[in-house]
């Protein structure tokens, strides 16, 4: 019983904490500031628990004195950062860590950080020593960094992006007057999804079209000419998107399915265009609750049709248009923008586990429902008589 208690008292504490990570940052600093409004505190926690704050613990560089065209290594710990950088060159970095540097001249290297005290700026700095060399003078400029491009001319879209969230009620960025979820055809509001007792949520599966990057996961994208790949913190989920390809005819006729379907992708201008089929049953879409419950069943005629743009250095816009004309009231869209995190270089490890008894403490004594056999069929099947 009392670790029921706990882990129900941890998944209350968290929950404001996962709507600010997971949202846009314009919508994620709206709902924190309104959350320690109505708390009179400067974070979402409630008392008795402290607000954290950031904290510089370290920034050194050893040596501190170099000759001209040696090199130094700056060494940094933090506490709870948030978007951190170090000054100048090195740009954005994570709480811990080591960088070389070679400056040309003496240079006074800058940690800075928000989410201080208070929610004020901490800043620590240490100065690289080169002999014979006077002190450079620090410009900050405000000019936007240019877009990057492959050898071909085309958008760099590489790096790892912050995933952040597409549930209803994040930040949404939409046009073209689509709803973001869909509304089913008359005689099919049956495709609900209505979720049992014990039902807690995405576990180590894949529930939602599109997938769920996952509140404070991250993705990473690859490119090439001729294949681009996308990989997902979450699960290590990848899918491949074969460039000025078309579908096969196993996927066209519905023969070969799949969790994340089949993808192949082409070019609008600077525009990446990537259009998915094949999709499994054992997914849903519209999905609600940060993606991990609620919805409704497809059919395997879902089509998804994703543009990715490059719309400046730092954000990346993906675009998400659904349709499964059978079933449901015309398309429906989604546009989530990511932000670029360059002080990641790979994606960290994920481990799921999840066992037979991983969820015993909060389920005990609940009885379980199975699914009626006509979850597991097509809803365009026409042998069910809908």
């Not at 129900?8 to 504490?13: K, Q, S, T, V």
């Not at 740009?91 to 400056?103: D, E, K, L, W, Y």
């Not at 060399?133 to 620090?138: D, K």
């Not at 004309?325 to 989604?334: A, H, I, K, N, V």
């Amino acid at each position: 019983m009392k670790t029921i208690i706990s882990k129900l008292l941890l998944a209350i504490l968290l929950l404001p904490l996962a709507i600010t990570i997971t949202a846009s940052p314009a919508s994620a600093q709206a709902s924190a500031s309104a959350q320690a409004a109505a708390l009179g505190r400067s974070c979402a926690l409630p008392e008795p628990f402290p607000c954290p704050v950031a904290r510089i613990v370290e920034l050194t560089v050893e040596p501190s004195t170099i000759e001209p065209g040696e090199s130094a290594r700056i060494t940094w710990a933090t506490e709870n950062p948030k978007d951190m950088t170090i000054s100048p060159t090195i740009g954005r970095v994570i709480a811990r860590g080591t960088v070389p540097v070679t400056p040309s001249a003496t240079t006074t290297y800058t940690i800075k950080s928000s989410n201080g005290p208070d929610g004020e700026e901490v800043s620590q700095s240490v100065t690289l020593t080169v002999r014979g060399t006077q002190p450079v003078a620090i410009i900050e400029s405000d000019e936007p960094r240019p877009i990057p491009r492959m050898p071909n001319g085309k958008p760099d879209l590489q790096g790892v992006w912050h995933g952040g969230a597409w549930y209803i009620g994040a930040e949404d960025y939409d046009r073209g007057g689509l709803p973001r979820i869909p509304t089913p055809n008359p005689g099919f509001e049956h495709l609900a999804v209505v979720d049992g007792p014990l039902d807690v949520g995405q576990g180590c599966t894949i529930r939602t079209v599109p997938w769920l990057y996952g509140p404070i996961y991250h993705f990473q994208i690859v490119q090439t000419d001729d294949v681009i790949i996308s990989m997902a913190e979450r699960l290590h989920l990848h899918r491949i998107f074969q460039m000025n390809a078309e579908h096969s005819d196993d996927v066209m006729n519905g023969e070969e399915l799949s969790y994340l379907g089949s993808s192949v992708a082409s070019w609008d201008g600077d525009t990446l265009v990537i259009d998915t089929r094949g999709f499994n049953l054992e997914t849903h879409v519209g999905k609600r609750e940060y993606g991990q419950l609620g919805g409704w069943r497809h059919s395997t005629n879902l089509h998804m049709v994703e543009r990715i743009t490059r719309i400046n250095y730092n954000t990346l816009e993906i675009e998400t248009t659904l349709d499964d004309p059978e079933l449901f009231e015309g398309p429906w869209r989604r546009v989530n923008r990511h932000e670029l995190r360059p002080e990641y270089r790979l994606l960290p490890e994920f481990i799921c586990v999840q066992t037979e008894d991983f969820y015993e403490d909060i389920t005990d004594g609940l009885e379980e429902i199975p699914d009626a056999p006509w979850l597991l069929m097509d809803p365009t099947n026409a042998e069910r008589g809908l």
